[in-house]
C-alpha cells in the first residue's frame, strides 16, 4: 500500500487562486471590465511558473542529496521537446530525408490532387437550348 503525499499548502494556494481568476473571468465577462481579470492572470502565471521551478529545484536537490541522478534526468526528459519537421517519407521505396527531396514529394502529391482548370475543359452553355434565355433584369431606386 503506498502512502499518499499530504497536500502541501502550495497546492490550497496554487488551487485558490485558479478559483479566484475563474470568479473574475466570470465577473469580466458579465460587466465588461477586463482590467482586474488581466492584471491577475499574469499574477496567475507568475506564481504557478515560480511554483513550478521550485518542485523541480526541491526534486533535483532531493536527487543529490540521495546520491541519485535519476530525478534530474526525469526532470531533462519531461522538459524536452523535439522539433523534427516533416518526417521522413517514403517515394518508390526509399525513404527521403532530405528537406528538399521532401518538398518536392509533397508538392507532387498535392499537384496529383489538385487539377488545374482551363477555359477548355468548361462546358459552352450557350449551345444548351434547354433552357429560355432570360431577358434583361433592370432595377430602379424609388
Not at 496554487?14 to 492584471?39: C, E, M, T
Not at 530525478?71 to 526509399?94: E, M, R, Y
Request: net charge positive.
Amino acid at each position: 500500500m503506498e502512502l499518499k503525499p499530504k497536500k502541501c499548502k502550495a497546492d490550497r494556494n496554487l488551487r485558490r487562486s485558479l478559483k479566484k481568476k475563474s470568479r473574475l473571468y466570470r465577473q469580466a465577462k458579465k460587466r465588461g471590465n477586463w482590467d482586474r481579470f488581466r492584471h491577475y492572470q499574469k499574477e496567475c502565471k507568475r506564481t504557478f511558473r515560480r511554483a513550478e521551478w521550485n518542485h523541480v529545484n526541491r526534486v533535483i536537490n532531493e536527487g543529490l542529496e540521495n546520491k541519485n541522478s535519476k530525478p534530474f534526468w526525469n526532470c531533462v526528459k519531461s522538459k524536452k521537446q523535439d522539433n523534427i519537421g516533416t518526417a521522413p517519407l517514403k517515394q518508390h521505396g526509399n525513404l527521403i530525408t532530405d528537406s528538399r527531396m521532401k518538398a518536392d514529394i509533397l508538392v507532387d502529391q498535392f499537384e496529383s490532387v489538385f487539377t488545374k482548370t482551363t477555359n477548355s475543359d468548361l462546358p459552352d452553355l450557350t449551345k444548351n437550348k434547354k433552357y429560355p434565355q432570360i431577358n434583361n433584369i433592370t432595377i430602379e431606386t424609388a
